[in-house]
């Protein structure tokens, strides 16, 4: 008999397990199966109530049925009176979007005078990865800006990463009482750009006064990680100086322009430059600088947010950010009014990470 014993044993496993009998009708799901399928999963029942399936017809009767590999491990398992195993793709959802992941399903018989069958749920590894990407992913959000201020200007900014892991990386410092922005965007996705924006965070010269001397060494320090053509990194990157009322600025290769609104309107500050890459190791970068007024709002954001394509296709464009940014009276005003409006236009899915930082001069 499968007892009260062996249900409270089985139920502190933290792996998927349920048990079966010949008729495939499953007697016992443990809690980690029941929180790894759907909050509609039952104890015991037909497997489809044990995996919440909606199949219409009944289980094992649908069209669908002869591509479950529950039903087909089980199935053979029973015909066979012996261990089978699948792999089973499933999407489940994840920090507002589907991820794919895989999980080894292994039925085996386990004898007794009820003909009973014990299947096992391997998320093992799967653990494992969702352990390392959340530590990952804290490491990420402990190298973001602390503070609302730095140098005595107020700032805001927005971080809104497409996977767990991001390829953006903004910084805002202080240095000999100047204030420094700095906003990169590395190629690729995941965990790859993940270390290549930590790399950034780690090469960018703080202690640097001049924004071309800190990215040509940039550029040098990447050149000696031998990464190949796909591998680059854009980089906006801004001195402000209150006492002097000069902005100074200098750009790799970013697309999205750095944007100044004053009392005339919204500028948009472009700089023609390669990115930090092999394409170019001897480029030299050069810094630019133009006068604030009091009131003046600056704004720093990667193509992830000119980019940002609706369900028709349409992308956001500079256009709008520009539109934006005249409605706003301060920095903070416009990061939310921004992050509202990229919501609006996508409907909250993002295809890259978003990206912003404001700064009230």
Same mark, same amino acid.
């Given at each position: 008999?499968?007892?009260?014993?062996?249900?409270?044993?089985?139920?502190?496993?933290?792996?998927?397990?349920?048990?079966?009998?010949?008729?495939?009708?499953?007697?016992?799901?443990?809690?980690?199966?029941?929180?790894?399928?759907?909050?509609?999963?039952?104890?015991?029942?037909?497997?489809?109530?044990?995996?919440?399936?909606?199949?219409?017809?009944?289980?094992?009767?649908?069209? #669908?049925?002869?591509?479950?590999?529950?039903?087909?491990?089980?199935?053979?398992?029973?015909?066979?009176?012996?261990?089978?195993?699948?792999?089973?793709?499933?999407?489940?959802?994840?920090?507002?979007?589907?991820?794919?992941?895989?999980?080894?399903?292994?039925?085996?018989?386990?004898?007794?005078?009820?003909?009973?069958?014990?299947?096992?749920?391997? #998320?093992?590894?799967?653990?494992?990865?969702?352990?390392?990407?959340?530590?990952?992913?804290?490491?990420?959000?402990?190298?973001?800006?602390?503070?609302?201020?730095?140098?005595?200007?107020?700032?805001?900014?927005?971080?809104?990463?497409?996977?767990?892991?991001?390829?953006?990386?903004?910084?805002?410092?202080?240095?000999?009482?100047?204030?420094?922005?700095?906003?990169?965007?590395?190629?690729?996705?995941?965990?790859?750009?993940?270390?290549?924006?930590?790399?950034?965070?780690?090469?960018?010269?703080?202690?640097?006064?001049?924004?071309?001397?800190?990215?040509?060494?940039?550029?040098?320090?990447?050149?000696?990680?031998?990464?190949?053509?796909?591998?680059?990194?854009?980089?906006?990157?801004?001195?402000?100086?209150?006492?002097?009322?000069?902005?100074?600025?200098?750009?790799? #290769?970013?697309?999205?322009?750095?944007?100044?609104?004053?009392?005339?309107?919204?500028?948009?500050?472009?700089?023609?430059?390669?990115?930090?890459?092999?394409?170019?190791?001897?480029?030299?970068?050069?810094?630019?600088?133009?006068?604030?007024?009091?009131?003046?709002?600056?704004?720093?954001?990667?193509?992830?947010?000119?980019?940002?394509?609706?369900?028709?296709?349409?992308?956001? #464009?500079?256009?709008?950010?520009?539109?934006?940014?005249?409605?706003?009276?301060?920095?903070?005003?416009?990061?939310?009014?921004?992050?509202?409006?990229?919501?609006?236009?996508?409907?909250?899915?993002?295809?890259?990470?978003?990206?912003?930082?404001?700064?009230?001069?």
């Amino acid at each position: 008999m499968f007892d009260g014993k062996y249900k409270r044993i089985l139920e502190r496993i933290p792996d998927g397990v349920f048990v079966f009998d010949e008729k495939l009708r499953v007697i016992f799901t443990n809690a980690a199966f029941r929180r790894s399928f759907s909050e509609q999963a039952k104890a015991k029942g037909s497997l489809k109530d044990a995996l919440g399936c909606k199949e219409a017809d009944g289980c094992g009767k649908g069209a #669908g049925c002869e591509y479950c590999s529950f039903y087909r491990a089980m199935k053979a398992a029973v015909a066979e009176n012996r261990e089978r195993t699948e792999t089973l793709d499933a999407t489940i959802p994840r920090a507002g979007r589907m991820d794919k992941i895989s999980i080894r399903i292994r039925v085996l018989p386990v004898g007794g005078k009820k003909k009973l069958f014990l299947g096992l749920t391997d #998320g093992k590894y799967q653990s494992e990865l969702e352990r390392e990407m959340l530590t990952a992913k804290q490491m990420q959000q402990r190298l973001l800006p602390a503070g609302k201020t730095a140098g005595g200007v107020p700032y805001s900014y927005m971080y809104i990463p497409c996977l767990e892991i991001g390829g953006d990386m903004p910084d805002v410092y202080e240095l000999d009482g100047q204030t420094y922005g700095v906003l990169a965007d590395v190629s690729g996705k995941g965990v790859s750009a993940g270390m290549l924006s930590a790399f950034v965070k780690a090469g960018f010269d703080k202690k640097q006064k001049r924004l071309d001397l800190a990215l040509n060494s940039l550029n040098a320090k990447f050149n000696e990680l031998n990464q190949d053509e796909r591998s680059y990194i854009t980089v906006a990157a801004v001195r402000i100086d209150e006492r002097a009322g000069l902005l100074r600025y200098a750009l790799a #290769g970013h697309n999205a322009p750095i944007l100044l609104k004053t009392a005339e309107g919204v500028n948009e500050i472009e700089l023609p430059a390669p990115p930090i890459s092999n394409w170019m190791p001897e480029h030299k970068y050069i810094e630019r600088e133009m006068p604030f007024s009091k009131g003046d709002i600056l704004a720093l954001l990667t193509d992830g947010i000119t980019e940002c394509a609706n369900s028709a296709g349409e992308l956001f #464009g500079i256009e709008r950010v520009e539109s934006v940014l005249h409605q706003s009276y301060n920095a903070q005003d416009f990061i939310g009014k921004l992050r509202s409006a990229l919501s609006v236009f996508c409907g909250g899915k993002f295809s890259d990470d978003i990206t912003a930082i404001a700064f009230d001069l």
